[in-house]
């Protein structure tokens, strides 16, 4: 069963971080915790059921309200959500990203060159002065719709 909990918006990362610790030394039956880039302020946690839930979330620091909203979330309900496409055919020349990890974390960047063996992304940094090629993993970057 999968349960939406509330979060504070921006801090979802770091409750899936204090969630798994948690869940690992209170050995509760929770079999996945994850963080949807698209649904911001929200936590989808599978468990066995809500009280499991709830027991992880007590006294987690950025969880909002009481924890679990509105119960069981069926599969169907979450498909607009989750998009089975791989990451390496989404990726286009010409696109623009943001890079989500790395020493650039956080700049926008335009895609020059995808290598898919490699499973890696070259690109250059829109805000810097001189266009320096940069070489990165692609699970590194997030396209930006426009």
């Not at 499991?52 to 006294?59: D, S």
């Not at 509105?70 to 169907?76: A, N, T």
């Not at 995808?114 to 396209?143: C, F, G, Q, Y």
């Amino acid at each position: 069963m999968i349960f939406t909990v509330r979060t504070t918006v921006g801090q979802e990362a770091l409750v899936v971080d204090i969630l798994v610790n948690k869940v690992r030394k209170e050995s509760l039956n929770v079999y996945s915790v994850s963080v949807m880039p698209n649904l911001k302020g929200y936590v989808l946690i599978e468990a066995d059921n809500q009280m499991t839930v709830t027991r992880g979330v007590l006294n987690v620091p950025h969880i909002k309200g009481r924890g679990v909203v509105g119960g069981e979330v069926k599969i169907e309900e979450l498909s607009s959500i989750i998009e089975s496409k791989p990451l390496m055919q989404a990726i286009k020349p010409d696109q623009k990203v943001e890079l989500i990890a790395g020493p650039f974390k956080g700049e926008k960047a335009r895609v020059v060159r995808v290598n898919d063996t490699k499973e890696e992304v070259t690109v250059e940094l829109l805000e810097a002065a001189v266009k320096i090629p940069v070489t990165i993993s692609a699970e590194h970057i997030r396209i930006i719709k426009e």
